[in-house]
């Protein structure tokens, strides 16, 4: 497996890959990967010939008042997971390798975005697509792999897609979890031992609405109002939002009667977390 910094240096990788005829997948990510990265480079492993996993923290993904300074970064480690789980290259670009002097071309989206994290983090689905358009064009994978753990996210990406004729499929993967229920995230290193077992709150909340949902309930405010009242009874948790809305729109809808999502975004202490179910996996 190659470590590269360059745009140019992926373009010659792939460039050799596409002489002999194979297949490209991206996984794009923010680095310090844990299992829930693995599980989408081993997705990647299983259908393409090549994996190429992007480690970078886009700083156009946060606002100025989060923790793109404290976002933990350790690329040896990185790469020694990358390679256990087959990966052929990773692009670790510095930012200025990515946005050069005069930069000032966005890819931007409405509707989906102004919901969910798109409320409580304005600028971050634009930097999201932006970075990822981006990784597309110095990629141009055949498909990438992005975590059912940042749902809107997920949604944002396909939706995109489409809209600007991308030629690439987006594979969707499972949200992996720790033993105990809670989602892995890069972010669960910000959180002291009795924020840890605070963080509990989340997946215990999403495990209450998931079978409320598969027990027939479809009133989205009473699966919400029990995932709620589950949470506030936590003292360190503190609701950012916890919502039902339509899989494809990520409009919030009063009955469960469509495909549905149902998102949460919790601060244990000063630690934003996130956790969903979408209602067709549960039924
Ligand atoms: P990040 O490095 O946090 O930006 O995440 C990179 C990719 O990994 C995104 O597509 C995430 O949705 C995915 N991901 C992060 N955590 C998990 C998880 N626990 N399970 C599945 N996918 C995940």
């Known amino acids: 497996m190659k470590i590269v910094k360059t745009i140019e240096e992926v373009r010659a990788a792939v460039k050799a890959w596409r002489k002999e005829g194979l297949t490209v997948g991206l996984v794009p990510t923010m680095g310090y990967l844990h299992e829930g990265h693995a599980s989408l480079i081993d997705a990647s492993v299983k259908d393409n010939d090549r994996t190429v996993v992007s480690d970078f923290v886009n700083p156009m993904q946060f606002g100025p008042t989060e923790d793109l300074e404290s976002y933990p970064r350790d690329l040896d480690r990185d790469a020694a997971l990358a390679e256990a789980h087959g990966a052929d290259l990773i692009f670790n670009p510095e930012p200025a390798e990515m946005y050069h002097e005069g930069f000032s071309s966005f890819v931007d989206m409405t509707v989906l975005t102004q ?46 897609v489409d809209d600007l004729n991308m030629p690439l499929e987006i594979i969707g993967c499972p949200i992996i979890r720790e033993e105990d229920g809670l989602a892995k995230s890069s972010r669960n290193t910000y959180l002291n031992a009795d924020e840890r077992k605070a963080a509990l709150v989340l997946s215990q909340a999403i495990k209450l609405g998931s079978e409320l949902v598969k027990n027939g309930e479809t009133d989205a405010a009473k699966v919400t109002g029990a995932m709620k009242a589950h949470i506030e009874a936590e003292p360190l948790a503190k609701i950012d939002y916890v919502k039902l809305v339509d899989a494809a729109t990520m409009q919030q809808i009063p009955v469960i009667d469509r495909p549905a999502l149902c998102a949460i975004a919790v601060y244990i202490g000063k630690t934003r977390l996130i956790d969903n179910f979408f209602t067709e996996d549960v039924k």
Do not use: W
């Open 115 to 160: 919901e969910l994290c798109g409320l409580s983090r304005p600028v971050h689905f634009r930097g999201v697509c932006t970075v990822v358009s981006k990784l597309f064009n110095i990629v141009t994978p055949d498909r990438a792999y992005f975590g059912k753990k940042d749902a809107q996210q997920l949604a944002v990406i396909r939706h995109m």
